[in-house]
């Protein structure tokens, strides 16, 4: 069982920048694809970016293609996800994913709040 560990998120105004981190520990996850997710308030959860194991395969939702950009350190077992020119429609609690939705390995999250 992988445990995912969330963090960078915070209170931010437009256009501003944060970089959200994701440790992961019990197991490596230089195996899995690993995603980001968000849910805002009275929303439901919705898919933010992929990469793929090696790092060399990534894709974004349309709504983040362009500001946002995901990485992944495998030799710190982490994954990141930089957010540029936030908006406040980015307002959301952000949640990591190892392999996808459908398995049971999510971080608790971290809340994002951009200002307008």
């Known amino acids: 069982q992988v445990l995912l560990v969330e963090s960078g998120g915070g209170l931010v105004q437009a256009g501003g920048s944060l970089r959200l981190s994701c440790a992961a520990s019990?197991?490596?996850?230089?195996?899995?694809?690993m995603n980001w997710f968000r849910q805002a308030p009275g929303k439901e959860r919705e898919f933010v970016a992929t990469?793929?194991?090696?790092?060399?395969?990534?894709y974004y939702a349309a709504s983040v293609k362009g500001r946002f950009t995901i990485s992944r350190d495998n030799a710190k077992n982490t994954v990141y996800l930089q957010m540029n020119s936030l908006k406040p429609e980015d307002t959301a609690i952000y949640y990591c994913?190892?392999?996808?939705?459908?398995?049971?390995?999510w971080g608790q999250g971290t809340q994002v709040t951009v200002s307008s």
């Open positions: 994913n190892a392999g996808g939705p459908s398995t049971d390995s």
């Open positions: 019990g197991r490596t996850i230089s195996s899995d694809p």
């Open positions: 990469i793929s194991w090696s790092g060399s395969v990534t």
